[in-house]
């Protein structure tokens, strides 16, 4: 099994991304978050011997505050 489908070829690296790409939307059609594509992707790509990094989390501050204690101050605002 060759496992550098991309051989060194820009172009096909290129090619094999975009169809993996083509391939997970088809196969699990379109309404979810980005990061089920995302995770489906590094998946297949590693499996055809292509190592990629995943985007890194990017913790998200609103007024020094974390955004998940944020969202659980929303909640509980909107329920008193």
Known sequence: ?????HNG???T???VIRQTSFDIHHFLRSGHREYIYENALIHRLAKK???AEQQPRIPVLTRMVPS????????SWRSS
């Open 13 to 15: 690296l290129c090619n």
């Open 9 to 11: 070829d820009i172009f």
């Open 49 to 51: 011997g292509i190592r």
């Open 1 to 5: 099994m060759n496992t550098a489908p």
């Open 68 to 75: 998940s204690d944020v969202l659980r101050q929303i909640c």
